[in-house]
């Protein structure tokens, strides 16, 4: 088992950055590819970024360039940098945790609302 708490969501304008956080317990960290998911109102939701326990990442193009993720296994922690941010951007951001040998084992935290707004 795996607890995902997110934290960092809140109100920003046009441009600017927000940093969300999401703190793991339960297991052992490393073993898990980590990643940030959104849904927008009315949309499925979709992959923003995700990272493996190397410090593989990979990127939904619509973010590359402007958000960044990165983990710090020590502290069981998994960031996502949000920069130059975007009305389109305003969604429900989660937190995941795939399992890196048996990825249909998944975890997923409940979320914390980015709204971009001027």
């Known amino acids: 088992q795996v607890q995902l708490v997110e934290s960092g969501g809140g109100l920003v304008q046009p441009g600017g950055s927000l940093r969300l956080s999401c703190a793991a317990s339960?297991?052992?960290?490393?073993?898990?590819?980590m990643g940030w998911y959104r849904r927008a109102p009315g949309k499925q939701r979709e992959l923003v970024a995700a990272i493996t326990s190397g410090g593989n990442t990979n990127y939904a193009d619509s973010v590359k360039g402007r958000f960044t993720i990165s983990r710090d296994n020590a502290k069981n922690t998994v960031y996502l940098q949000m920069n130059s941010l975007k009305p389109e951007d305003t969604a429900v951001y989660y937190c995941?945790?795939?399992?890196?040998?048996?990825?249909?084992?998944?975890?997923w935290g409940q979320g914390t609302q980015v709204t971009v707004s001027s």
């Open positions: 339960g297991s052992i960290f490393i073993r898990y590819t």
């Open positions: 995941n945790a795939a399992n890196a040998v048996v990825p249909t084992i998944l975890y």
